[in-house]
């Protein structure tokens, strides 16, 4: 099954305890994103890749990392989380460029 | 970045009521997409439109893009309950950059 695979989907954590959220895709897509959805405020992009070794800062990068080290995966490093971190996460990908996105289930993040 | 306004932000309808969400961008658009989130659910695309002033149809929705390309409308025809959930719209950046700007979102309820 065509599917985007976000893991944990449900994280409680401390301030600055270092993070990894994985995702994963298996459907070749070459374009890969993650977003964070607050209410009100909609989903507002972190970062983005187009290709493996290509990423690239969305609206709101500040306190995260990614790396592209396969075409498949796309893990989202919370350095040293802090509570305004505290969000719901969503994965993306899209075959080509990002008109057409396939979202994974959410990480759910909670930081005290 | 990019920008654009998203309203309704909330919309209550009696089932069998019509619907419509209205996305607005002070730039000219290269394209847009809607897509619509269940409740606890994540986003699911529905459609892109990049022609100007195309109107596309699926089913009880009717998609439109204006005539110069600076806004969307997303108008739903007697609504049913499934209906449910919120409804973005999403452009991306100028000059083929893969980046992406979603709207804030309508959350529509519908009344049984």
């Known amino acids: 099954e065509a599917q985007v695979t976000q893991n944990p989907r449900y994280l409680i954590t401390v301030t600055g305890k270092k993070l990894t959220v994985t995702c994963s895709q298996n459907m070749n897509h070459e374009y890969m994103s993650w977003y964070r959805q607050d209410p009100g405020l909609g989903l507002r992009q972190i970062y983005y890749?187009?290709?493996?070794?290509?990423?690239d800062k969305g609206d709101v990068p500040e306190g995260y990392k990614v790396s592209r080290k396969e075409k498949r995966n796309f893990p989202l490093i919370l350095e040293s989380p802090s509570p305004n971190q505290t969000s719901l996460y969503f994965c993306?990908?899209?075959?080509?460029?990002?008109?057409?996105?396939?979202f994974g289930p959410g990480t759910r993040l909670l930081v005290l | 970045g990019q920008q654009v306004m998203q309203i309704p932000q909330y919309q209550h309808v009696q089932e069998g009521e019509d619907f419509t969400t209205y996305c607005n961008s002070s730039?000219?658009?290269?394209?847009i997409q809607w897509y619509k989130q269940r409740p606890g659910g994540h986003p699911v695309f529905l459609i892109q439109?990049?022609?100007?002033?195309e109107v596309k149809k699926q089913k009880r929705l009717t998609f439109q893009f204006g005539e110069a390309k600076k806004n969307s409308s997303l108008h739903i025809t007697a609504t049913q309950t499934t209906d449910v959930g919120t409804y973005f719209c999403?452009?991306?950046?100028?000059?083929?950059?893969?980046?992406?700007?979603f709207g804030t979102g309508t959350k529509l309820q519908v009344i049984p």
């Open positions: 993306a990908s899209a075959p080509g460029g990002a008109e057409t996105q396939y």
């Open positions: 890749s187009m290709n493996v070794e290509v990423t």
């Open positions: 730039t000219t658009l290269s394209n």
């Open positions: 999403a452009v991306m950046g100028s000059g083929g950059y893969q980046k992406v700007t």
């Open positions: 439109l990049v022609k100007s002033g």
